[in-house]
């Protein structure tokens, strides 16, 4: 008697499985589910779901009078400038990438990329709030009122033409996604993934938007109810101190603590680690340079007169820096350096971004040259501290940040000590700028060492950094048909 054999059993198919079924299905589906790494982020979906539960996200609906030309004009170009500095995100990735080498390739843009989705995440659960819709705690200096913002648009917005909660959100948060980004550079080709996440959450969710309430929390018509610096009158337009100096500290604690890439100081000397890629860096410049006029001429928060005066002072800025730099790198190398022409426009970028409403045309191309000057020495100032800095960013940022707010107490034309106002200023925003630099380094020395104990290190292994962190950290090469030794 024979018996028939069986084929082999089909594995049942998700659209086959009944509803009790599917869940172990689905999750028996997911590659690498396993592993620790996977586990912790699937151990964020309850958190996000819960959130959604407890908050509801819908706007109120509301007798809304007529929509106003002026109030629709003000919430769409925020809007529009909104996108513009999300889009800086691209710029940022492209020069980090390009600037660093092929084989961490993947590790920069994934870095770059995921940390928009934290910066808005953290932001939107907890950072807004503490930032800008909650009441004093500690008045002028820390706020806090519960979690998430409300997004209802009343009838008193229409009439005054303001900026819905909606709109005003997504335009700070592109902000600090924005001081994250720089984080990034500074600590790029040896960090570890996984802690670079967890400290982006902390420094947009909470180290962010404590110091950023100092300033852009504006006292009301009787001078009470605003940030600390701001009720000292503290100026800082669009963000040199706010943004780029506070995340240029922050990145700069890590890069110490991480030290120096492996072959970049041989016996106390810097060594030159070319980037792979200056076509991309070079785009990404650009993509930085539109974007910022999102960035400043957004932040006069309406569409008025105001808009096309600071977005020709953004441009001479620029110009003045990458002028700057590129003589700069002729004088001291020999030969015009295309890598510090990134840099000395981004640095003049970030210079006159404090001041940007209050320079004039002449003082705002002179306030970014100045930048691309410092630029290159900064540069060469971080190599000698033996301070591994791989596309520059703390020169960029952190460095002109100051020097653009520092200029503001120069140049501004109604209070700078060059344009006849008396040195008060100058001291106010010195103020500013020590204030800013001692909370970053204290609590980015906090966090990034509470991080390394509970993980043990912030440095992937030499292994890793010897392979690259493409392979290491994610799996996978950016160029997988060039040969390794292009890397």
């Known amino acids: ?20 079924e599917a869940p172990s299905l689905l999750l028996r589906g997911i590659r690498g589910l396993s592993s620790q790494r996977s586990l912790v982020w699937l151990a964020c979906i309850p958190l996000a779901l819960f959130g959604l539960g407890v908050f509801n996200l819908s706007a109120h609906a509301a007798e809304l ?3 106003t030309a002026a109030f629709l004009a003000n919430n769409m170009f925020l809007l529009i400038a909104a996108v513009l500095v999300i889009f800086m995100n ?4 492209m020069v980090e990438a390009g600037l660093c080498r092929q084989k961490n390739a993947v590790n920069i843009l994934a870095k770059n990329l995921i940390v928009f989705a934290l910066a808005v995440s953290a932001y939107w659960f907890i950072g807004y709030k503490i930032m800008y819709n909650a009441d004093w705690v500690i008045p002028g200096w820390f706020k806090f009122g519960g979690i998430f913002f409300d997004p209802t648009v009343t009838a008193e ?14 335009f700070q948060a592109a902000f600090v996604g924005t001081a994250a980004t720089i984080v990034s550079g500074l600590v790029a080709e040896r960090i570890k993934f996984g802690e670079f996440v967890i400290f982006s959450l902390v420094l947009c969710g909470i180290l962010y938007p404590i110091s950023g309430s100092w300033q852009w929390n504006f006292p009301d018509d009787a001078g009470v109810g605003g940030g600390w610096l701001a009720s000292l009158g503290f ?43 200056l076509s991309i860096a070079t785009l990404g410049c ?25 977005a020709v002072t953004t441009t001479l800025g620029a110009a003045g820096g990458g002028i700057s730099a590129t003589l700069m790198s002729q004088f001291t190398g020999g030969k015009p350096d295309l890598t510090m022409t990134i840099n000395g426009i981004l640095a003049g970028l970030v210079a006159v971004t404090a001041g940007c ?26 190599d000698g501290l033996k301070i591994d800095d791989p596309v520059g960013a703390f ?18 034309m109604d209070k700078g000590l060059l344009t006849g106002h008396g040195p008060a200023q100058l001291g106010i925003q010195i103020v500013g700028i020590v204030a800013f630099a001692i909370f970053a380094i204290v609590a980015s020395l906090i966090t990034w060492s509470i991080i390394g104990a509970i993980f043990g290190g912030i440095r992937v292994t030499e292994k890793e950094e010897i392979e690259g962190l493409d392979i290491g950290e994610h799996g996978m090469e950016a160029y997988p048909d060039f040969a390794a030794s292009a890397k």
């Open 286 to 310: 650009l993509i930085l340079w539109i974007g910022w006029y999102g960035f400043n001429p957004g932040s006069v928060l309406a569409m008025n007169e105001t808009v096309p005066y600071v």
């Open 157 to 170: 917005m229409v009439t005054d033409a303001a900026l819905v909660p909606s709109i005003d959100f997504l």
């Open 357 to 382: 409403d209050g320079f004039s045309m002449p003082a705002a191309w002179v306030v970014g040259f100045i930048g691309g000057v410092l630029v290159v020495l900064s540069v060469a100032f971080i």
């Open 1 to 20: 008697m024979t018996i028939a054999s069986h084929p082999p059993r089909r594995p049942k198919r998700l659209q086959e499985a009944s509803l009790l």
């Open 65 to 67: 009078p007529e929509l």
């Open 395 to 412: 020169s960029v940022h952190g460095t002109c940040g100051m020097w653009g707010t520092l200029a503001v107490g120069l140049f501004n």
């Open 90 to 93: 691209a710029g940022f990735a």
């Open 235 to 277: 100026i800082d337009f669009a963000g040199s101190t706010v943004v780029h100096s506070f995340g240029a500290w922050a990145g700069l604690i890590g890069a110490i603590l991480l030290g120096p890439r492996i072959g970049k100081f041989v016996e106390g000397k810097p060594q030159a680690i070319p980037g792979h890629n």
